[in-house]
């Protein structure tokens, strides 16, 4: 079994950062993409960034490319989201997730993730 704890959330005002951090316990992710999204009030969750096992390949959301950054230390089995100029639309609740088996590619697809962290609150004041 897997279990995913993200860590990082609060409160930020508009051009600020933070950084996300997602832990693992139980089996290792060494060989597994691991991947963020979010879900806003209201709205269905949405793809944020992924990335495969070695950080070699990784894929934004359009709405943070040039912002946000994802990536990864395989020997603190931890996938990181580092949070730039944030803007109020990035309010939501940051979830990182991981498939049932390893895969070379990341996907942007949900339905792709078995595993999923319990949420890190992310707001951002205008």
């Known amino acids: 079994q897997v279990q995913l704890v993200e860590s990082g959330g609060g409160l930020v005002q508009a051009g600020g950062s933070l950084r996300l951090s997602c832990g693992t316990s139980?089996?290792?992710?060494?060989?597994?993409?691991m991947g963020w999204f979010r879900q806003a009030p209201g709205k269905e969750r949405e793809f944020v960034a992924a990335i495969n096992w070695s950080g070699a390949l990784i894929y934004y959301a359009d709405s943070v490319k040039g912002r946000f950054t994802i990536s990864r230390d395989n020997a603190k089995n931890t996938v990181y989201l580092q949070m730039n100029n944030l803007k109020p639309d990035d309010t939501a609740v940051y979830y990182c997730?991981?498939?049932?088996?390893?895969?070379?590619?990341?996907?942007?697809?949900?339905?792709?993730?078995?595993?999923w962290g319990q949420g890190a609150q992310v707001t951002v004041s205008s």
């Open positions: 997730a991981a498939p049932n088996i390893p895969t070379m590619i990341p996907s942007s697809d949900e339905h792709e993730y078995k595993y």
């Open positions: 139980g089996r290792t992710l060494i060989k597994y993409t």
